[in-house]
């Protein structure tokens, strides 16, 4: 399994919507995001994002090779033609999130939950009893994101990154949820 080096960014401040492009109708905003498989034609994009957001981002390599990969969810939500986020997970009987982003200008809108959503419904297709992630210590606001969505710590990885900073292991169990419904 190849570990995501993923940095931890909390300059999350403004939750207010500014990213997306939107229509007004009527005295009301409509958005439409598309949340779809990555394509190829997608990767400046991508790379874009992910070099804005991440201390020591993916090579687009990474991308590619996860772009169509079996036993794999590679997903960007998009809005007319622009890619406001991306997700990137695998595994079958435990699901591996590996790479979750969100365009600064676009957070605190849903973007990052209907990503989510996307993964978590690959992992229940897919079987799978549990998903499971690193987050660094320092990232509150994405460990509250997870918190939020049924993820919970349950290990700590001393020094998993570059910088010597500890993860946090968040695991969400997808058989409970499933006989929950
Ligand atoms: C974490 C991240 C993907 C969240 O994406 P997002 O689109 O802003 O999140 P959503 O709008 O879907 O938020 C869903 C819930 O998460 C929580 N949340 C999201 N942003 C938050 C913030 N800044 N402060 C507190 N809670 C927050 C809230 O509970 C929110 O629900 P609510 O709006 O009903 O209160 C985004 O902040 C991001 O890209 N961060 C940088 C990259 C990163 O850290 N990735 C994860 C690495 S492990």
């Known amino acids: 399994m190849r570990a995501r080096i993923q940095a ?7 939750r207010r919507p500014s990213g997306i492009d939107s229509q007004p109708v009527a005295g009301m905003i409509l958005v439409v995001l598309t949340i779809r498989p990555m394509t190829e034609d997608d990767l400046d994009q991508v790379m874009a994002l992910e070099n804005t957001i991440f201390s ?3 090579r687009r390599s990474f991308f590619r090779s996860d772009i169509g990969r079996p036993g794999g969810c590679c997903v960007v939500a998009e809005t ?3 890619v406001l986020g991306y997700a990137v997970a695998w595994g079958t009987g435990e ?4 790479n979750l982003a969100v365009a600064p200008s676009a957070r605190g809108q849903g973007i990052g939950q ?3 959503d996307e993964v978590l419904a690959f992992g229940r297709s897919n ?4 998903i499971y992630l690193e987050v660094r210590q320092s990232n509150t606001i994405a460990r509250q994101f997870y918190a939020r969505l049924g993820f919970v710590p349950i290990y700590v990885r001393k020094g998993y990154y570059e910088n010597g900073e500890d993860a946090v ?5 997808l058989k409970e949820a499933r006989t929950e419904e």
């Not at 699901?95 to 590996?98: Q, S």
């Not at 292991?169 to 169990?173: F, G, I, L, N, T």
């Open 127 to 130: 079987n799978a009893v549990s």
């Open 114 to 116: 209907r990503l989510m």
């Open 56 to 58: 020591s981002p993916w």
């Open 95 to 98: 699901v591996h999130l590996a």
């Open 169 to 173: 292991v968040m695991e969400k169990e």
């Open 8 to 14: 931890g960014r909390n300059d999350v401040p403004d």
């Open 80 to 82: 007319d033609g622009r």
